[in-house]
């Protein structure tokens, strides 16, 4: 096989191993996918956070990041409040009387590009696992191809965001039918608020316990 060729799908599959997993950035697409809600927004900066920390990674501040305790119990500490304070939301959602149909269930949804992007910034940025395992994780791999290859396995590993992130979004719609139950939003906001707390406690103790 051809050396770019091999390493582009190098990057490709990791960067699908890493990114393919239940967390809060894929719920909130998720959710948001399924209330066909600023997709495009959302997706896109989610993407363009992970081809942006892929690259930084690929340049050798994945040591940095490493060597920066503040800095990972920074985004620790945000990131825990944050994911407790949307948790807290999906839990009103789920016990709401009003959160029966797709629209009642989206009326706190962003309502405009900004607040959309805001909202994804905050699931991609406000989270010390995004860095370690786009900034270090993917930029140690990535640091082990030859130079001349390392921007073809970014290419790939950035390309497996792309991918999953506009199939996560706009493939999500076709389960609305299904959310047309109330008790479909009940479950979905349950589990979400369920991955919120989970994470959020987990960041608090890996950081601070």
Not at 135 to 162: D, E, K, N, T, Y
Request: glycine share 10%.
């Amino acid at each position: 096989m051809n050396q770019t060729l091999q390493a582009l799908i190098t990057g490709l599959l990791t960067g699908a191993g890493l990114i393919i997993a239940i967390g809060p950035q894929n719920a909130h697409v998720l959710r948001l996918g399924i209330l066909r809600c600023q997709v495009l927004p959302t997706v896109l900066i989610c993407a363009c956070v992970d081809a942006t920390l892929i690259a930084a990674g690929l340049s050798g501040m994945g040591a940095l990041v490493q060597a920066s305790p503040i800095l990972l119990q920074a985004a620790a500490l945000g990131g825990a409040i944050f994911l407790a304070w949307y948790g807290i939301k999906a839990v009103r959602r789920a016990f709401h009387p009003q959160a029966m149909t797709i629209e009642q269930a989206g009326a706190d949804a962003p309502a405009t590009a900004a607040a959309a992007i805001t909202t994804a910034l905050a699931f991609s940025l406000l989270n010390p696992h995004v860095y370690l395992d786009t900034v270090v994780l993917l930029g140690s791999i990535g640091s082990q191809q030859p130079p001349s290859l390392r921007p073809w396995f970014g290419l790939g590993a950035a390309s497996a965001s792309f991918i999953w992130f506009f199939s996560l979004g706009y493939g999500a719609r076709h389960l609305a039918p299904l959310f047309a139950r109330p008790l479909a939003w009940r479950v979905l906001d349950g589990l979400i608020a369920l991955i919120m707390w989970a994470i959020a406690i987990s960041l608090f103790i890996g950081r601070f316990a």
